[in-house]
């Protein structure tokens, strides 16, 4: 995945092949904010500037920022699959909580 974060929020980048620049756009959050850069080093600093104007825009309009996530996550899978996880988990000497984190992690980092 080709991502970077700033101040918790995240960005998913994309090279766009015909203008021959790096195209980004924070992720997570209702608004839309996107940024750009000819380099890696410009494209981090569009990145972090984007970020931080979109901040201060909210704090001068008076207007809450989105939040990114908050790191809770409910989810709902059937009786057999959770018993399953919790065994796994116990299995493993972890909570369930642990357990599933480390796992959604290495699948989204995959």
């Not at 766009?16 to 981090?44: N, P, Q, W």
């Not at 207007?63 to 399953?84: D, F």
Request: hydrophobic letters at 45%; proline letters at 2%.
């Amino acid at each position: 995945m080709n991502a970077m974060t700033h101040k918790g929020y995240a960005a998913r980048v994309e090279f766009d092949a015909e203008d021959r620049i790096f195209v980004g756009r924070v992720i997570g959050i209702r608004d839309v904010v996107s940024f750009h850069g000819e380099t890696v080093s410009e494209l981090e600093n569009s990145f972090r500037e984007a970020v931080d104007d979109y901040l201060d825009a909210c704090a001068s309009l008076g207007q809450q920022p989105n939040k990114p996530y908050s790191g809770k996550l409910l989810i709902r899978v059937n009786a057999e699959v959770h018993a399953a996880v919790a065994a796994a988990a116990e299995s493993a000497g972890k909570s369930l909580n642990q357990w599933a984190a480390e796992v959604l992690n290495k699948a989204a980092h995959a």
